[in-house]
C-alpha cells in the first residue's frame, strides 16, 4: 500500500485528552505581553520547545513576532507547547493579531503540533529577527517591556 500523500503528524507527547498542543512563539508566552490570554484559555504550559531548523522570524511592529517555514534558509526558533483545552481554543485563535494563524509547526524533536504561524504578506517590510533565536531573545536584546 503506498504512503498517504499527507500523513498524520506526529502525535505529540505530552498532551491531555481533551486538549490540542499548541506551540507559540511570541507574546502569548510565559511573561509576555498576553501570556494573560492562555491563562484565561484554562492553557496548562507543558514544555519549552524548540522548531526544526526550517523557520525564519520577523518582528512585526515590535508587538509580536512572525514565523515562516521555508525549504532553505531557515533556523531553529524557541518557543512554548502548550496544552489548550479543545473547548477554548478557537477563542485563542480567533483573537490573534491579522496575518497571524494556526498551522503545523515542525520541531526538533519530529512532532508537528498545531502552531502559530504568519501569512508571508504580514512580514513585508518587517524586520527580520531569525538570527535572534526566538522573541524572547529579540525583545531582551531591544529592551521592549513585556508585562503581563
Given at each position: ?7 498524520r ?137 513585556q508585562n503581563?
Open positions: 500500500m503506498p504512503a498517504p500523500l499527507f500523513p503528524p506526529v502525535e505529540v507527547f505530552g498532551i491531555p485528552e481533551g486538549h490540542v498542543g499548541l506551540v507559540v512563539n511570541g507574546g502569548l508566552m510565559r511573561g509576555m505581553r498576553a501570556a494573560s490570554r492562555m491563562t484565561a484559555a484554562g492553557a496548562v504550559f507543558i514544555r519549552d520547545v524548540s522548531t526544526a531548523p526550517v523557520y525564519r522570524l520577523w518582528s512585526i511592529l515590535d508587538r509580536h513576532p512572525g514565523m515562516i517555514r521555508f525549504t532553505a534558509g531557515g533556523a531553529a526558533i524557541s518557543a512554548e507547547l502548550y496544552a489548550v483545552p479543545r473547548v477554548t481554543f478557537p477563542q485563542v485563535a480567533e483573537e490573534e493579531a491579522p496575518g497571524l494563524s494556526v498551522g503545523r509547526v515542525l520541531l526538533d524533536d519530529g512532532s508537528s503540533p498545531l502552531g502559530v504561524i504568519i501569512e508571508p504578506w504580514r512580514v513585508e517590510g518587517m524586520e527580520e529577527i531569525t538570527h535572534h533565536g526566538g522573541w524572547r531573545a529579540y525583545v531582551a536584546h531591544k529592551g521592549i517591556p503581563t
